[in-house]
């Protein structure tokens, strides 16, 4: 058969299989086994991408542009983020809702996860608010019944407390309250603010058919666990227990369930200790051209054990880690080149001088330098103009910054 770019890919009979045939496996299952658009890039673009991936991890740190945005742009290509916000806020095609962490998904998954939202239950801090404001936190639900969307600065505090007054986790306790209901179930986000939530009734949000239906959790969970498995490609039991947060200990006998019904196919992937599952459609590409740069939230990347065992890539998110423990920096990208992840990038989006910074570049074992800093050089001007920057600046940390400086000047 033939894959997207018109180059054989092969349906995959074999028992076992190379590192390197796993690799394209998971990468063609991303969507990195076709070029990017040529043209303009349209809603069609990003529902087809949105449904392959199943969900993209919501996270709106702007160091360089909020992840799930960049997430379909390492795919993609430049594109207008207005499209996806219309098709998530306006035409309500896709939907927010935890699932592996705060996610956008496709609206007929909620029903899928409806059980979780149903089982879930507040936590010793959350617990303590509600016993102290009992009434408070019906009285938000009603707020929004009778008013319509609302974001925690339309709503007062509880009585006898300042409409600022803050829990121990910052928000407020008018958030508190609104976060709450939607973990529930009973709100939906129907749009952002400036990316602050806003939360309707769920039923005037989500069609009928997705507000109003709930799935069993096994079903839910089996269902979630082939979801899983399709944007995977291949993976072991940890990997597809991560992509939706399914209990690992949920997972490891609906596996069983499945292998034996036909609808995943054990194999064993050179190097791994575990068994690894392979979905009916997975195709094994001869070859995977992509030059991206993937989020730190980028499904590729964002459970660490799976990209070490795939791509001997250690990733690990520095955000949180104080500056002096910082080994890569704050906000770092890792570069697929092929199907290797060959380097790492510290960026920056300085918006008043206009510039992409590139405040470290760091090259991974075994890479070359000249053809890696070519290709990033390229995709950095590339993400620099879809952020409406005018210049890449290089930096001096990392040893790759020389062949980068010297492939941008030429």
């Given at each position: 058969m033939r894959d997207s770019r018109g180059a054989m890919a092969e349906r995959i009979s074999r028992e076992t299989l190379t590192l390197g045939e796993a690799r394209r496996i998971a990468l063609a299952a991303q969507g990195f086994d076709r070029p990017r658009p040529c043209g303009r890039v349209d809603a069609r673009h990003l529902r087809r991408t949105l449904r392959q991936l199943g969900l993209l991890q919501v996270d709106y740190t702007n160091v360089v542009s909020p992840a799930h945005y960049l997430v379909l742009f390492s795919r993609l290509g430049p594109y207008a983020r207005s499209r996806l916000d219309d098709l998530v806020y306006v035409q309500r095609e896709f939907v927010e809702q935890w699932a592996h962490e705060a996610s956008i998904l496709p609206a007929e998954t909620w029903p899928l996860l409806r059980h979780r939202m149903r089982g879930h239950s507040a936590d010793g801090r959350l617990a303590k608010l509600m016993q102290r404001y009992p009434q408070y936190f019906d009285w938000v639900l009603e707020q929004v019944r009778e008013r319509g969307p609302l974001a925690p600065e339309d709503l007062p505090g509880p009585k006898g407390t300042h409409a600022a007054a803050r829990s121990r986790r910052g928000w407020t306790v008018a958030r508190e309250a609104l976060e709450w209901h939607f973990s529930r179930g009973n709100l939906a986000i129907s749009e952002r603010r400036d990316s602050a939530r806003v939360f309707d009734l769920t039923e005037r949000v989500l069609t009928p058919e997705c507000s109003g239906r709930a799935v069993g959790a096994k079903e839910a969970q089996r269902r979630l666990l082939l979801l899983a498995a399709r944007a995977q490609g291949v993976a072991n039991a940890k990997d597809l227990a991560d992509y939706y947060r399914v209990p690992v200990g949920a997972v490891r006998p609906l596996l069983a369930t499945l292998v034996a019904a036909g609808e995943l196919?054990?194999?064993?992937?050179?190097?791994?200790?575990?068994?690894?599952?392979?979905?009916?459609q997975a195709t094994l590409p001869r070859r995977i051209g992509a030059s991206a740069l993937l989020s730190p939230f980028d499904p590729v990347v964002w459970y660490p054990a799976r990209a070490r065992r795939l791509f001997g890539f250690e990733h690990?998110?520095?955000?949180?880690?104080?500056?002096?423990?910082?080994?890569?920096?704050?906000?770092?990208?890792?570069?697929?080149?092929?199907?290797?992840?060959?380097?790492?990038?510290?960026?920056?989006?300085?918006?008043?001088?206009?510039?992409?910074?590139?405040?470290?570049a760091h090259l991974e074992p075994e890479a070359e330098p000249e053809p890696v800093a070519s290709a990033l050089a390229t995709e950095l001007q590339s993400l620099g103009?879809?952020?409406?920057?005018?210049?890449?600046?290089?930096?001096?940390?990392?040893?790759?910054?020389?062949?980068?400086?010297?492939?941008?000047?030429t």
């Open positions: 196919r054990e194999v064993r992937i050179e190097g791994w200790q575990e068994p690894a599952y392979l979905h009916p690990r998110v520095e955000i949180l880690v104080p500056l002096a423990e910082r080994r890569w920096g704050y906000y770092v990208l890792p570069f697929l080149l092929g199907d290797r992840l060959v380097a790492r990038v510290d960026l920056e989006a300085d918006r008043s001088e206009r510039r992409l910074r590139v405040l470290a103009s879809w952020l409406d920057l005018d210049s890449v600046a290089v930096g001096r940390r990392g040893d790759l910054v020389a062949s980068l400086a010297t492939a941008l000047r």
